[in-house]
């Protein structure tokens, strides 16, 4: 299956209570040069929010998150969502993801289950929660008897420890909510996330340059 291409090593994790405020989320987060976004289905204006960003925003790399059954798999890639995510590794979803042909992300947190991924030819993982699961010191532990899987840490991480994630060489990505607050959505801050957006893009260029 094809990987979707994004440059962003951000990936903003929403839940939206109301789909109709997905199209400026994206715009705000597109100006802040950030060109993917993780929708979880943890609240009603998941799913119609990634269907209304699929057909009317296609600039931004759509994922859906908190897959937690094979259902969820379903409408999400229905909804129009590229790729997909969990907080957990469960076969059954697993098996569904690439029956629907969705690249996908599972969640691990112990060295066993990034092996029984591995076994299924999932080489990204994603490290949940990630703080709670050790943080960076996990991830350098994990590199060394698992040199090939890389990594989407979430959970725990903002602007403080962004820097320190992205500079680990098997993280590809990271994950976070810190970028899109309910506050601001809800008061319509546009600029607000936009900014804190650009933040995380400068310190993604930062690591890389470090």
Not at 95 to 119: N, S, Y
Request: with cysteine; hydrophobic share 45%.
């Amino acid at each position: 299956m094809q990987w979707p291409a994004f440059k962003s090593r951000v990936v903003p994790v929403v839940s939206l209570e109301h789909a109709h405020h997905a199209l400026p989320l994206a715009h705000a987060l597109l100006a802040g040069g950030i060109d993917v976004i993780e929708i979880t289905l943890r609240r009603p204006g998941g799913l119609p929010a990634i269907e209304r960003l699929a057909r009317d925003c296609p600039e931004l790399c759509v994922g859906a998150g908190t897959l937690l059954a094979v259902d969820d798999v379903s409408r999400a890639r229905q909804a129009g969502a590229t790729f997909g995510l969990s907080p957990g590794f469960n076969p059954d979803v697993l098996d569904a993801a690439a029956w629907q042909d969705m690249p996908f992300i599972p969640g691990v947190m112990t060295p066993t289950e990034a092996m029984q991924a591995r076994d299924l030819g999932y080489t990204l993982l994603k490290l949940f929660p990630a703080e709670q699961a050790g943080g960076v010191g996990m991830l350098r532990a994990l590199r060394g008897p698992l040199p090939d899987l890389s990594f989407c840490p979430t959970g725990g991480i903002g602007p403080d420890n962004l820097a320190n994630y992205l500079a680990e060489p098997n993280v590809r990505v990271v994950g976070g909510s810190w970028l899109t607050p309910t506050s601001l959505i809800d008061a319509g801050d546009w600029p607000a996330i936009t900014r804190l957006a650009q933040r995380a893009t400068q310190l993604s260029a930062q690591s890389r340059q470090g």
